[in-house]
Nanobody, 114 residues
Framework: VQLQASGGGLVQPGGSLRLSCAAS????????TGWYRQAPGKQRELVAH???????NYADSVKGRFTISRDNDNNTMYLQMNSLKPEDTAVYYC?????????WGQGTQVTVSS
């Protein structure tokens, strides 16, 4: 499985961005897919994930501001990020995993700054 992340950029505090993660094949029915982020000097952390059954989970720091979704027909996952804060600045990575396999996409930089 190949994952291609896109949509990062520079945005002012309070702004919005939508990240996309395109998968090379249909995976959502068999993998939990999600977004992680890594800020400079910090460990990579889970931002949100969505299970094959459609259940979602969010980090407390993004609840109410970020929404994870997927388009099964186009094998694409999204992360809608609203009310962005400077502390959301990080490289964002998409991920697909199950019990046996774990795939990562390349990162996309999100910078929140005035």
């Amino acid at each position: 499985v190949q994952l291609q992340a896109s949509g990062g950029g520079l945005v002012q505090p309070g702004g919005s961005l939508r990240l996309s993660c395109a998968a090379s094949r249909s995976i959502f029915s068999i993998y939990t897919t999600g977004w992680y982020r890594q800020a400079p000097g910090k460990q990579r952390e889970l931002v949100a994930h969505i299970t094959p059954g459609g259940g979602t989970n969010y980090a407390d720091s993004v609840k109410g501001r970020f929404t994870i979704s997927r388009d099964n027909d186009n094998n694409t996952m999204y992360l809608q990020m609203n009310s962005l804060k400077p502390e959301d600045t990080a490289v964002y990575y998409c991920n697909a995993k199950n019990t046996y396999l774990n795939y990562w996409g390349q990162g996309t930089q999100v910078t929140v700054s005035s």
